[in-house]
């Protein structure tokens, strides 16, 4: 549903994105991370042709965004971090607005609107001016607009920004049950998020893509031991390093192993350890968070530019 394909973005000298390529597949929810300044509204501006590409390809529901951009924007709902609202008008004549610019007919643009806006919790506020509104408020009115016109295709950028915790809830369990009905690519500082509502992430630092992978893949390939070993430190350290996908392994002031890896197997770890002739009296296996593969994949990218 959609394609992105070596897409590069310069402004000037300086390239926002360079060579970003991944796919999202209809009815999935893919989450789109990175650190503020990596090219995540930048990709998401040259999919819904708001901005073209310097280079590389791009296709959306079918359509290539250069050469059909009209009818790219006829199946993208888009959110975007900043929402364009028009606050003089009220919720109901915006949406109303909006709607038609969308081409949904006169007919059905009255049954349109009011799903839009009991679906993002704003029904009882049709008649408020959007300029009255709290932020959080103003969020879900965007979120509405987003809706209009049932796209194919889904972006959002930040949609829980500014929302009160109970809110955030309520746009977590929306989004999700967009999922089948509607492709949705979601940008997000919120890496909690991602896990409760993707399967996939694509991570991208510094321009480029540095990792695209299902969610399981990402938490379950990284993974660290806990070991209390007896016996002497060095051999340990020794031995611990010679164990496959192990990257590092430090002892705390606890006197345990820490022991970090890419797949790491934690019956090899055990063996290694017991064939070497040393004692194992503990080993604890934890699965990582999003949030420290989201760190260490940052971190790893950083210091490979350096």
Same mark, same amino acid.
């Given at each position: 549903m959609?394609e992105?394909?070596?897409? !590069? ?8 994105i360079?060579?970003v390529?991944? =796919? ?9 991370? +990175? @650190?503020?300044?990596?090219?995540k509204?930048?990709t998401?501006r ?9 280079? #590389?390809?791009?296709?959306v529901?079918?359509?290539?965004v250069?050469?059909? @951009? ?6 993208? #709902?888009?959110l975007p971090?900043?929402? @364009?609202?028009?606050?003089e008008?009220?919720?109901?004549a915006?949406l109303r607005y909006v ?7 006169r007919?059905?643009?009255?049954? /349109? ?11 009882q506020?049709g ?6 509104l ?5 969020q ?7 809706l ?5 295709v ?5 949609? !829980?920004?500014?929302l009160?915790p ?7 369990h ?13 940008s =997000?500082?919120?890496?909690?998020e991602?896990a409760?509502l993707?399967?996939r992430?694509v991570i991208?630092?510094?321009?480029r ?5 299902d969610l /399981?893949?990402?938490t ?7 070991? !209390?070993?007896? +016996?002497d430190?060095?051999k340990a350290? $020794?031995v611990?390093?010679g164990?496959? #996908?192990?990257?590092?392994?430090t002892?705390? /002031?606890t006197?345990?192993?820490?022991? $970090?890896? !890419? ?5 090899a770890?055990?063996a /290694?350890l017991?064939?070497?002739g040393?004692?194992v009296?503990?080993l ?7 949030e420290?593969?989201f760190?260490e ?6 210091e490979?530019?350096?």
């Open positions: 959609i992105a394909l070596k897409l !590069t973005k310069f402004y000037g000298a300086v390239a926002a360079q060579d390529s991944f =796919t999202v597949g209809a009815g999935e929810i893919i989450g789109f991370l +990175g @650190p503020n300044g990596a090219g509204s930048t998401m040259i999919l819904t042709g708001f901005s073209p590409a310097t280079r #590389g390809t791009a296709r529901a079918g359509f290539d250069h050469e059909d @951009p009209i009818e790219v924007k006829r199946r993208v #709902g888009y971090e900043r929402v @364009p609202l028009y606050e008008m009220s919720v109901d915006f709607a038609e610019i969308k081409g949904v007919s007919s059905m643009r009255r049954a /349109a609107v009011g799903e839009a806006m009991e679906r993002c919790g704003v029904s506020m008649g408020r001016l959007i300029g009255h709290s932020k959080g408020y103003r879900r009115v965007g979120l509405a607009q987003a209009l016109g049932k796209p194919e889904l972006v959002l950028d930040e949609p !829980t920004v500014g009160d109970r809110q955030i809830v309520d746009i977590r929306m989004i999700k049950n967009l999922a089948g009905d509607h492709t949705v690519l979601i =997000t500082h919120i890496l909690p991602v409760m993707c399967r992430a991208i630092n510094q321009g893509v540095a990792v695209e992978a /399981a893949t990402l379950e390939g990284a993974r660290e031991f806990h070991v !209390t070993v007896r +016996g430190a060095g350290e $020794q611990l390093l164990v496959a #996908g192990v990257k590092s392994a002892l705390d /002031a006197g345990q192993w820490l022991v $970090q890896g !890419t797949n790491v197997d934690g019956e770890v055990n /290694a017991v064939n070497a040393l004692g009296s503990a604890e296996h934890r699965r990582k968070s999003l420290e593969v760190m994949v940052v971190s790893r990218e950083r490979a530019v350096v």
